[in-house]
């Protein structure tokens, strides 16, 4: 099935066709006044360049005046191979069909409300027969047997004509144009965005991105650009003062070399507070048994990671390269990262 844009908002149909699988645009009048349009053949012109094939009016009381417009369009600049010219249904249309297709050019009959129409634009040789769904059906026709009628009327009679699912209202008449054999289906842009959304579908994809950045994200990728240290020679008072700089929940402590040689973390802090009071505050680094730390090389991934998170029940781990701490990990750096919930 052929798919085409229905729109005259340029921004939108630039967005749309970098798809690339669009096959072309159809837009009316209306469309152009709505979005506050008032030069049409600039527009159209302008259009033409942007998308593969062009669907727009030609209008006329006669057939020769539809063939004269059609003609004056052209002659601004279209290609005929490019553009198919919109007639809504009538005798006068299907005059105007025959005469243009004698001439190779490409013609849309539209506004088709029932299958006879239908049938004398299949007859006089209309490219499209175009079938107005939305509309029909808020006026209670029942649209949806048309289309099926007549895309069946033209595949067995043969005719080259295309019925077009038209006047789209939402993605179930999507699902209808392709249940029903329609050979092109125009749609708006916000129901054509609509048409790849799943809940499902976004579940499953978010999986596989976390899952990959867990195998793939190294360590180093994941922390953040803080990394809280302080010397042995530091009082638990400037521990502190650091640590709240870098808005984490521990400070990592090295020796002189800069080698890792242990933790300070904010639970440290409380409980201490609370069995030694405020004399604590002036404790060195080097006066506490230190131990040495949780720590994880920077190239580790972080499957590597979310195993010592959930078997460890912490909330840092301390990112090493050489020994030496090179920042750290908390887990609210993989919950951003979407990695784990």
């Given at each position: 099935?052929e798919?085409?844009?229905?729109?005259a908002?340029?921004k939108?149909i630039?967005?749309?066709?970098?798809?690339?699988?669009?096959?072309?645009l159809?837009?009316?009048?209306?469309f152009?006044?709505?979005?506050?349009?008032?030069?049409?053949?600039?527009t159209?012109?302008?259009?033409?360049?942007m998308?593969?094939i062009?669907?727009?009016?030609?209008?006329g009381?006669?057939?020769?005046?539809?063939?004269?417009?059609?003609?004056?369009?052209?002659?601004?600049g279209?290609?005929?191979k490019?553009?198919v010219?919109?007639?809504?249904?009538?005798?006068?249309?299907?005059r105007?069909?025959k005469?243009?297709?004698?001439?190779?050019?490409?013609?849309?009959?539209?506004?088709?409300y029932?299958?006879?129409?239908?049938y004398?634009?299949a007859?006089?040789?209309?490219?499209?027969?175009c079938?107005?769904?939305?509309?029909?059906?808020?006026?209670?026709?029942d649209?949806?047997?048309?289309?099926?009628?007549?895309v069946?009327?033209?595949?067995?009679y043969?005719?080259?004509?295309?019925?077009?699912?038209?006047?789209v209202?939402?993605?179930?008449?999507i699902?209808?144009?392709?249940?029903?054999?329609?050979?092109?289906c125009?749609?708006?842009?916000r129901i054509?965005?609509?048409?790849n959304?799943?809940k499902?579908?976004?579940?499953?994809?978010?999986?596989?991105?976390?899952?990959?950045?867990?195998?793939?994200?190294?360590?180093?990728?994941?922390?953040?650009?803080?990394?809280?240290?302080?010397?042995?020679d530091?009082?638990?008072?400037?521990?502190?003062i650091?640590m709240?700089?870098?808005g984490?929940?521990?400070?990592?402590?090295?020796?002189?070399?800069?080698?890792?040689?242990?933790?300070?973390?904010?639970?440290?802090?409380?409980?201490?507070?609370?069995?030694?009071?405020?004399n604590?505050?002036?404790?060195?680094?080097?006066?506490f048994?230190?131990f040495?730390?949780?720590?994880?090389?920077?190239e580790?991934?972080?499957?590597?990671?979310?195993?010592?998170?959930k078997?460890?029940?912490i909330?840092?781990?301390?990112?090493?390269?050489d020994r030496?701490?090179?920042?750290?990990?908390?887990?609210?750096?993989?919950?951003?990262?979407?990695?784990?919930?």
């Open positions: 099935m798919l085409y844009l229905d729109s908002d340029l939108e630039e967005e749309a066709f970098k798809l690339g699988s669009i096959d072309g159809t837009t009316t009048p209306t152009m006044h709505r979005h506050g349009i008032t030069n049409i053949d600039d159209i012109l302008k259009l033409s360049k998308v593969p062009l669907q727009i009016e030609a209008l009381e006669t057939a020769e005046e539809v063939v004269a417009e059609a003609k004056r369009l052209l002659a601004l279209l290609d005929k490019k553009t010219f919109k007639i809504p249904a009538s005798l006068e249309a299907v105007a069909c005469m243009l297709r004698d001439e190779d050019i490409m013609v849309n009959i539209h506004l088709v029932n299958l006879q129409q239908a004398m634009a007859a006089a040789g209309a490219t499209y027969i079938v107005l769904v939305g509309r029909m059906q808020d006026q209670g026709y649209a949806l047997q048309l289309v099926g009628e007549c069946e009327m033209v595949d067995h043969g005719y080259d004509s295309k019925v077009m699912f038209s006047s209202r939402n993605p179930e008449h699902k209808n144009a392709l249940h029903l054999g329609a050979h092109t125009t749609i708006p842009w054509m965005k609509q048409m959304e799943n499902f579908t976004e579940i499953g994809t978010q999986q596989f991105f976390a899952h990959t950045r867990q195998m793939t994200m190294k360590v180093r990728e994941a922390i953040e650009d803080k990394n809280p240290t302080v010397g042995l530091a009082t638990v008072t400037e521990a502190s650091e709240t700089a870098s984490m929940g521990a400070v990592s402590i090295v020796d002189d070399k800069g080698d890792l040689a242990g933790i300070f973390t904010d639970g440290d802090l409380r409980r201490h507070l609370n069995e030694d009071g405020e604590f505050l002036k404790k060195k680094m080097r006066e048994k230190l040495q730390p949780i720590s994880l090389d920077g580790d991934t972080l499957n590597k990671a979310i195993e010592i998170f078997e460890k029940q909330d840092n781990i301390i990112a090493v390269s030496k701490p090179i920042g750290m990990l908390d887990i609210q750096d993989l919950i951003k990262l979407n990695v784990i919930e």
